[in-house]
């Protein structure tokens, strides 16, 4: 009896679900330095850092309760012993949170080159599009990238997605799971997790912006589809949350009127961005 084979789409995105050790590519390197400038990391309380040298006794710390830096705000305060994740934290540390967000600027940047044939104006900018639904919705922080937060109709990962839209935007073979273990499917630090969150999300803006085509005439598309992406079937959101398509409009002709890769001074990759890239890709400095 033959064994059952994926279809070729489907080992692709397996493949690309393996461990990742290589270089950052331009588009992820873009990626990342617009989250850094936009969407900062080490501004967010609810973003954690376990902190291995103060041991695991939630009673006995191993380390110094000091604040971990000099201004007198919370982001500075003291290690604390978290009971969810069972160590010793502190508010993540800039350093930290950009590592963590090259983790996910690579992941976005690569779902959005899988699905890029499917935007009209390419990858480079349904990246821009994902980052400014991610971001806005998020803020990226680690909380709800790793699960611990959801939203309140029970969203889930970087892309702000509810199980039920999720369920309908991944893979056969996961939308086949229960609720439960599809969520631990895209929510997590490493790259499958990210990966599987974005591709989902990339298919669902992707979604958005047809239907906006279809149904929004009177409103500029890049706005109907962000209101489409959060709301499933509307074509604005005044009067909702501050009207909060328009944020990420914003901010996605923001990223559209970006063209080139500039880190802060602070900033120092953890992995080398590589320098040559094809054509298609955004060019850096």
């Known amino acids: 009896m033959d064994c059952l084979k994926l279809p070729p789409w489907q ?10 050790v290589f270089d950052l590519s331009a588009l992820s390197s873009y990626i990342l330095s617009l989250a850094l400038a936009s969407f900062p990391p080490g501004t967010k309380m ?8 103060c041991g695991s006794d939630p009673k006995a710390p191993t380390c110094e309760l000091n604040p971990v830096c000099d201004e007198p705000t919370i982001l ?11 160590a010793w934290v502190r508010v993540e540390s800039r350093e930290t949170g950009a590592r963590r967000l090259e983790v996910v600027a690579e992941a976005l940047a690569d779902a959005a080159s899988y699905a890029g044939a499917s935007w009209k104006d390419g990858p480079i900018d349904l990246a821009r599009a994902m980052l400014a639904a991610s971001a806005w919705s998020t803020g990226l922080r680690e909380d709800i990238q790793t699960g611990r937060k959801r939203g309140p109709a029970g969203e889930v990962c970087l892309m702000d997605i509810q199980p039920a839209t999720l369920r309908s935007a991944v893979p056969w073979d996961l939308a086949r799971l229960d609720t439960d273990t599809l969520i ?4 997590g630090l490493e790259y499958a997790e ?4 974005f591709d989902a999300g990339a298919v669902l803006i992707v979604r958005a912006r047809r239907w906006a085509e279809q149904h929004c005439h009177e409103w500029p598309l890049d706005y109907a589809t962000f209101s489409a992406y959060g709301t499933g079937s509307s074509c604005s959101t005044v009067g ?7 944020l990420r409009a914003r901010s996605y002709r923001k990223f559209r009127a970006t063209h080139f ?9 953890s992995r080398r961005q590589q320098a040559t890239e094809p054509e298609s890709v955004v060019s850096q400095n």
Not at 11 to 20: F, G, L, N
């Open 46 to 53: 609810h973003s954690l850092e376990k902190l291995p040298d």
């Open 11 to 20: 080992t692709r995105i397996r493949v690309a679900y393996a461990v990742r």
């Open 194 to 197: 990210l990966r599987r969150c």
């Open 76 to 86: 500075c305060a003291p290690p604390h012993y978290d009971d969810g994740l069972g």
């Open 261 to 269: 890769t500039t880190f802060p001074a602070w900033y120092h990759p």
């Open 184 to 187: 631990h499917k895209v929510v």
């Open 240 to 246: 909702r949350l501050g009207d909060y398509a328009n």
